[in-house]
């Protein structure tokens, strides 16, 4: 019964994984969408471009590509200058033909509502287009550029303190019930797509950013529907996710929890093969170490139930990680002080 949802989640997960960039942009959205792009001239040799081929070329007459920042599964990362206001932004620009008969024009109405976007824990995104690549339509979006690193990162660095983790659970929870109440789904929460922003403030190291908000509403209703594929990643899809059901705002909340405690622990809840990562997830719930005592596994274990309607929503989660954050740092400091000499 498993086969062909397996099956999809293999075929699109593994793209989705991969890693992204050592240099990262902030999404979310401000601005107008540009009209489908000038054609971009192909190489003469008809050969395929190579990923820094489009160095010195403008999308849309006004972003410039500088450099190649990164490539993921989905597309490619580069720094760009816009040319109308003279600022330094990054472009993604998608590497599969995302458009439809309707594409421009569906495209403007998902800009729209992601314009409206404005939270502190959400990436900000500029602008949205299409151009012509190669003679093959190619969905781009403009992004704020800034240095940090990713959650990804951070975790392969060390873990995190606990009240770091609960603090960045928080914002990021905050953000999904402000992008759930406007009917907007993330659909791949995962460590990568958590930017860590450097504060800049007395004992907080990053701002916790949720980024690529908005990608699955501008390419998912056309390719990913037509294909029978869905967006996300096979470490941390919902279980509805993996049985390709319809999903909604628990399912962003699952991925959360299953993040959550991996910057806890250091692995991740459903390691092995997209196959096996995806049945394990369907037939058992994630271990939750009793060492991090019962207000950890309450809210860990509220955020990752296998029933999507038992699971804390994302206002009572973040309420809860809020509390845990001001318990562990309190209890970080009362263990500093007495480690101290």
């Not at 033909?97 to 314009?115: I, N």
């Not at 797509?193 to 908005?214: I, M, Q, T």
């Not at 993996?242 to 909604?248: C, F, H, P, R, V």
Request: aromatic share 6%; proline share 7%; charged share 20%.
């Amino acid at each position: 019964m498993y086969s062909s949802t397996v099956s999809t989640v293999v075929d699109y997960s593994l793209q989705a994984d991969r890693p992204l960039a050592v240099r990262y942009a902030r999404c979310g959205l401000l601005g107008v969408p540009h009209p489908k792009g000038v054609p971009l001239t192909a190489p003469s040799s008809g050969s395929p471009r190579p990923l820094d081929g489009l160095i010195g070329v403008s999308l849309a007459d006004r972003f410039r590509i500088d450099r190649l920042i990164g490539t993921g599964g989905m597309a490619v990362v580069y720094e760009a200058t816009d040319l109308a206001l003279g600022r330094t932004v990054a472009v993604k620009l998608f590497r599969l033909d995302t458009a439809d008969d309707a594409g421009p024009e569906r495209q403007t109405s998902e800009v729209a509502v992601l314009a409206g976007l404005n939270h502190f824990a959400l990436v900000t995104l500029f602008d949205a287009g299409t151009a012509i690549v190669d003679g093959t339509a190619r969905t781009f979006i403009v992004m704020e550029l800034v240095d940090g690193t990713d959650l990804r990162t951070r975790i392969a660095a060390g873990l995190p303190p606990r009240s770091e983790v609960a603090t960045i659970g928080a914002d990021l929870a905050e953000a999904l019930h402000y992008v759930h109440e406007r009917g907007i789904i993330h659909r791949d929460i995962k460590p990568a797509n958590v930017l860590l922003a450097p504060s800049g403030f007395p004992g907080r190291a990053a701002h916790a950013k949720l980024a690529d908000f908005g990608i699955a509403r501008l390419v998912d209703a056309t390719r990913l529907t037509a294909t029978g594929s869905f967006l996300g990643t096979a470490g941390y899809l919902s279980p509805e996710q993996a049985l390709g059901t319809t999903i909604g705002a628990p399912s962003d909340v699952y991925s959360l929890g299953l993040v959550l405690l991996e910057c806890l622990t250091g692995e991740r809840a459903y390691p092995g093969t997209a196959i096996e990562s995806a049945m394990a997830r369907l037939q058992r719930d994630p271990e939750i170490p009793p060492a991090f005592g019962p207000d950890w596994a309450a809210v860990l274990g509220g955020m990752t139930h296998r029933e999507p309607g038992e699971r804390l929503s994302p206002a009572d989660a973040a309420v809860r990680l809020r509390l845990l954050a001001q318990s562990e740092a309190a209890a970080e400091a009362v263990a500093g002080a007495a480690d101290a000499p």
